[in-house]
């Protein structure tokens, strides 16, 4: 819908509000307005930095955008941990908590507001989840399961105010990555869950990642892709990537040149790999402080990947974020956090970039722990790999066209390399595409046609446990 003034649009929602409020007003007015003030614009800040926008903060409450879903909850988690940080010098009468909403939903936009179903289900949420905690949707989960460092747990699904129909919600735990459900009994939509969770996993064979629910996925919202042809220079003929300047998550200014020394050994470091290009420092800082989308510094600066991360810094406890960015797919490739404890600040910087080193070299350009190395080996093969990538990132949208573009490209990489499994574990994945989006003239050859590259890829490597983890459930679905 669009007319006048307003239109759709698709967009993940935070909602956040103080709980108790009430009560810490009536203990002490003019301290609670004060520190409210100051929490807010904390909140306000890290929304900033997450490349979200804040669209309203009245009383007690705040309500942000993004356009990203893990934008917005490694958002939500920063806000967390930042306020509980904060509340251990407050006294136990003036600790402020707030809790938090995220969802993934469709909202009517007027100039700067929005309102409309997906920010109410968010604001429900937000009331569903723990003082200090965070409670997301099920289509909000569905599209960080598999992305970031956290545990969830299932709180069932939930019946909330002026919402027709039941809302699934997940509590955020901000532990290893633990899915938890509440609740006794298997509806069928689990069943089938259950029984296509190994599919997923074969066609992200090339990075190592099991994306999980990856059949049931809805399809995400749009994004901002970089246009090659806008780009100021060409792209490289090899993987480029600029690392802009980590944000400093600490309260203390002076944090900034620990920001800035792990950006440089980062930049420095990766130059020192073999096929990849680099953009230099002077380039990438002046970024610095500046609210960039990956599509913006990808045209500008003419690379294909971007590394952006933050800092906090406890003591001698310092916590690195890191997240790599394809900007031709407008999606992240890698989502990590890393810690380290050391009273030798040198030894920490080079501790911290070796960690995110060695994750973004392993995402880049190597493909050692999924034992699938020896198949892409010289620049074909590095070539090869690239292209892996975005297949598996176009096959994760679930649609026609995305689908039909990632069978081309696997196609073109069978031409390339015709000894690597991988690409017939994809080509496999195309097919099952065709029977799940609809596309397929004919659903039963689909999935035979899906049947028999996956043979074909398990009589290549007999070891592959992906291939046989997809046949094991087809069996498992015709019933043989």
């Known amino acids: 819908m669009e007319t006048k003034g307003f239109h759709r649009k698709l967009t993940a929602i935070l909602s956040a509000d103080v709980a108790g409020y009430s009560r810490l007003m009536q203990d002490d007015e003019a301290a609670t307005v004060k520190t409210l003030e100051s929490y807010k614009q904390i909140v306000s800040d890290l929304v900033k930095q997450h490349r979200g926008r804040v669209v309203d903060s009245p009383g007690d409450n705040l309500l942000a955008e993004f ?90 699904e939930q019946t909330v105010k002026n919402i027709a129909k039941p809302v699934g919600a997940y509590r955020v735990v901000l532990e290893p990555r633990v899915t938890k459900k509440k609740g006794a009994g298997f509806k069928q939509d689990a069943i089938r869950k259950m029984a296509f969770i190994g599919l997923a996993a074969a066609l992200v064979v090339v990075s190592g990642v099991a994306l999980w629910q990856y059949f049931i996925r809805p399809v995400t919202p749009t994004v901002e892709k970089a246009d090659p042809k806008q780009m100021v220079l060409p792209l490289p003929d090899r993987p480029s990537i600029a690392v802009l300047p980590f944000v400093n998550m600490s309260d203390d200014p002076k944090q900034e040149l620990l920001c800035d020394a792990i950006t440089d050994n980062i930049i420095n470091a990766l130059s020192k790999v073999p096929g990849l290009f680099v953009i230099a420092r002077n380039s990438t800082f002046a970024y610095k402080g500046k609210a960039v989308k990956a599509k913006q510094v990808s045209e500008e600066l003419g690379v294909r990947y971007l590394l952006e991360g933050s800092v906090q810094r406890s003591d001698d406890h310092v916590r690195v974020t890191a997240q790599l960015v394809d900007a ?60 892996a990538l975005e297949a598996v990132g176009l096959q994760q949208q679930l649609n026609i066209a995305d689908n039909n573009r990632s069978r081309q490209i696997v196609e073109e990489c069978l031409a390339m390399c015709p000894e690597a499994p991988t690409f017939y574990r994809l080509l496999g994945g195309a097919n099952l595409n065709d029977y799940f989006v609809g596309s397929s003239k004919s659903p039963q050859e689909s999935i035979e046609k899906a049947k028999e590259l996956f043979q074909k890829a398990i009589s290549m490597d007999e070891r592959d446990f992906y291939a046989n983890a997809i046949l094991s459930h087809i069996y498992t679905k015709k019933g043989e």
């Open 67 to 156: 356009a990203s879903v893990v934008d917005a909850v490694q958002c939500a988690v920063a806000t967390q941990k930042e306020l509980q940080a904060r509340n251990t010098e407050l006294p136990e009468n003036r600790k402020m908590q707030f809790r938090i909403g995220v969802n993934l939903g469709d909202v009517i936009e007027e100039e700067s507001r929005i309102y409309g179903d997906g920010v109410n289900i968010a604001a429900r949420l937000e009331s569903l989840a723990d003082p200090g905690g965070i409670c997301v949707s099920k289509t909000a989960f569905d599209q960080i399961e598999t992305k970031l460092p956290f545990g969830y747990e299932f709180l069932g």
């Open 328 to 387: 031709l797919t407008g999606y992240p490739l890698l989502a990590e956090r890393f810690d380290s404890e050391s009273t030798d600040l040198f030894a920490l910087q080079d501790d911290l970039t070796f960690k995110v080193l060695e994750a973004v070299r392993l995402k880049l350009t190597e493909n050692v722990r999924s034992g699938q190395g020896k198949y892409f080996s010289g620049k074909r093969g590095l070539d090869c790999y690239m292209k």
